[in-house]
């Protein structure tokens, strides 16, 4: 044994001090690594929709329904299984809506809860011990640990489980100890939560599934487009902030910066109020029906008017201070003419669908008019000095990444750009040329040097590529020929609108091109897939988000309101148990008042997409080989022990 090796396992000795601690652990990682693995949920382009997510979290997209008619089968009769659905999903709502009207109200909670352990002893099923103890809440880990507890043949345990529960109920605790054993089911049921992209933009809530995800017990988060620009906007990158406040105000959404980030919009309100005065705004009706009176439908339009013309000006400057980035037909301001009222682009000549630019200068098209400087001032200083921003942002970073390899899955949220022909596409970087793996790899430093970097011009440059990341067709994340913002508003003809997507898409049934993928990330193209979202699958019209004979699993299904008429569906998850792989297509969830008050649930139809032949256990996975290397490391030190190389510490 080299000096290296002993010099690392005397480290390791000061875990493992004596030939017991060291023997105890390889007992105990031994025994974990023959458990089936536990439960991993994918969910992608989730767009602020936090209400029909939630919900999915609470039923584990399926899984309590199943952990119940695993429990107890024809015990409990159809209703009965709904109402305990529900009680785990909403237990304070279903409580407050059922208790009231129940005979006996402490008899109520002392059958729910009896029902409630039954059911944490089979969520806990493939767990350790010691896991299920971690995940117990504080103020109930003793007694909830008692309950879990296997009866002892030779000993009759009924009667002290109820003194327990008895007991609970006596001291006014019962219904939090109901809602404890609802949430430790929700928490048992999926081991853990993978986001592929895409929490922020379209929908209300994007602020509420952060907080919910800063919570989450087990996460990962591969970042989107519309979150790379959330993150650009955080650090008052200003063509990211001027997307950001635009798309906000074309879903009607302006409340998520007002009232969730406390992002003060009211210059800006009053600008475009003064500057649209009597523009009717014809290009710039919103997206979708959001519930807003006329008066807050007009001030949406008139925002979302001056922001897009903001952003028009403001990408035109980033275009110039970065020729690298390579967009400079992504500026088009300078080729209206606004006596004819047309634009060139792509060296076709169209009509414009609006013709009122109050605030552009024929001579000086890209130059921020004063008052639209202090707009844009103000709304930097708002978006880096919002506090809850800045946390969610963090989250991004500490629990996110743009890909991740794991257990034979690479999942990153919209592709590996590729040419027509299936090799990697190059993209240029601040000046040299990446692709694959490689360019995912500098795009993720120049990410967190954006937040972190010590240099000031670097953390310029890098909030830049932010922006580069959100729109380029060379970026991974957006995956398309170009960004068609101007055109969408202000062109009728739809050749002009199209955004054509990067190869990729194309070749997702094409086996040696993906192979060129799995091979470039270090992966076996035959063992392997790939998660991605990104592109809404159109269920309605037939098309399959199985890709490649199962090698490519493709999960943007809608959970978007906005786009749930495109894909026929309310979203997919994604579920990966120790018996393979299941997808889940979801129906709109009514709301969650309706969860609670009709017991209805999220209707999923399931497929599954690979069963296994021998049930996947932890030693079967990434954790597990782990585990075997820190068993080899603990035997490495057992025979260290025992050759007297190093010595035991009492």
């Known amino acids: 044994m080299d000096e290296r090796d002993l010099r690392y396992l005397r480290l390791l000795s000061q875990s493992f001090p004596t030939i017991a601690d060291a023997s105890a652990e390889i007992i105990n990682l031994s025994a974990v690594l023959s458990l089936p693995k536990g439960t991993e949920i994918f969910a992608s382009d989730i767009h602020g929709e936090h209400e029909a997510f939630s919900h999915l979290l609470r039923n584990g997209s399926g899984s309590v329904r199943l952990k119940i008619d695993d429990a107890f089968g024809d015990v ?83 009667a002290y489980h109820r003194a327990i529960i008895d007991a609970v109920i006596r001291t006014g605790r019962g219904q939090a100890f109901v809602e404890a054993l609802c949430l430790l089911v929700q928490r048992l049921a999926v081991d853990h939560l993978h986001i592929v992209g895409d929490v922020y933009d379209r929908g ?11 919570g ?44 969730a980030y406390g992002i003060n919009i009211l210059p800006l309100a009053s600008f475009a109020m003064d500057a649209y005065r009597d523009d009717p705004c014809v290009a710039f009706g919103l997206k979708g029906d959001p519930g807003l009176t006329e008066q807050q439908r007009e001030l949406n339009v008139k925002i979302q008017k001056a922001m ?58 890209y130059r921020l008019t004063p008052e639209e400087e202090a707009v844009m001032q103000r709304l930097e200083q708002a978006f880096v000095g919002s506090e809850k921003l800045q946390r969610h942002m963090r989250l991004f970073l500490e629990a996110g990444s743009l890909y991740k390899v794991c257990n034979s899955n690479l999942l990153f949220h919209a592709c590996v ?43 310029r440059r890098c909030r830049d590529l932010l922006w580069w990341l959100w729109l380029s067709p060379c970026s991974p994340l957006f995956a398309k020929s170009k960004m068609a913002t101007f055109e969408l508003y202000l062109i009728a003809e739809k050749e002009a609108r199209k955004e054509v997507k990067n190869p990729f898409y194309a070749l997702l049934d094409d086996p040696e091109a993906m192979a060129v993928i799995f091979e470039d990330f270090g992966m076996d193209p035959d063992a392997s897939r790939i998660i991605c979202g990104h592109v809404p699958v159109k269920a309605k019209d037939g098309e399959d988000p199985v890709k490649c004979g199962g090698r490519v699993l493709t999960i943007d299904g809608g959970f978007s309101r906005a786009y749930q008429p495109t ?53 079967d996975t990434d954790t597990g080989a782990g585990l075997k290397q820190r068993v080899a490391d603990l035997e490495q030190l057992l025979a260290a022990y025992r050759q007297g190389l190093i010595p035991e510490r009492a």
């Open 567 to 619: 894909t026929g569906i309310a979203g997919y998850t994604l579920i990966s148990n120790s018996y393979g792989f299941v997808l889940a297509a979801h129906e709109p969830l009514e709301s969650a008042e309706a969860a609670v008050e009709r017991g209805l649930d999220i209707h999923s139809s399931r497929r599954v997409v690979e069963r296994v032949e021998r049930r996947t256990l932890v030693a």
């Open 76 to 158: 409990l009769t159809a209703q009965e299984k709904r109402d305990l659905a529900t009680l785990v999903y909403y237990p304070r709502e279903k409580m407050r809506l059922d208790l009231p009207a129940a005979p006996d109200e402490d008899a109520w909670v002392s059958t729910a809860a009896e029902r409630l352990v039954a059911l944490c002893k089979q969520a806990s099923g493939k767990y350790t011990r010691s896991k299920v103890r971690k995940a117990l809440p504080a103020e109930f880990a003793y007694v909830l640990e008692e309950l879990m507890t296997e009866n002892n043949h030779a000993v009759d345990r009924a």
């Open 204 to 214: 209300p809530a994007p602020d509420a599934i952060m907080d919910t995800l800063a």
């Open 417 to 459: 750009p590729l040419n027509a022909d299936g090799s990697l596409k190059e993209a240029d970087v601040f000046g040299v040329r990446y692709r694959g793996r490689e360019l995912y790899d500098v795009l993720e430093r120049s990410v967190r040097a954006a937040f972190f970097s010590t240099d000031a011009e670097e953390r």
């Open 308 to 365: 897009a013309i903001i952003q028009f000006k403001v990408e035109g400057q980033l275009i110039d201070e970065n020729p690298g980035f390579g967009l400079d037909d992504r500026k088009l301001l300078h080729r209206i003419d606004h006596e004819r009222g047309t634009v060139e682009v792509d060296g076709v000549t169209y009509a414009l669908t609006d013709r009122v630019f109050p605030t552009v200068d024929p001579a000086d098209p």
């Open 216 to 259: 989450y017990h087990c996460l990962d988060i591969q970042w989107g487009n519309h979150d790379i620009v959330w993150m650009g906007a955080s650090l008052g990158q200003r063509g990211c902030i001027a997307h950001v406040v635009r798309n906000c105000a074309r879903y009607g959404n302006l409340s998520i910066l007002e009232d």
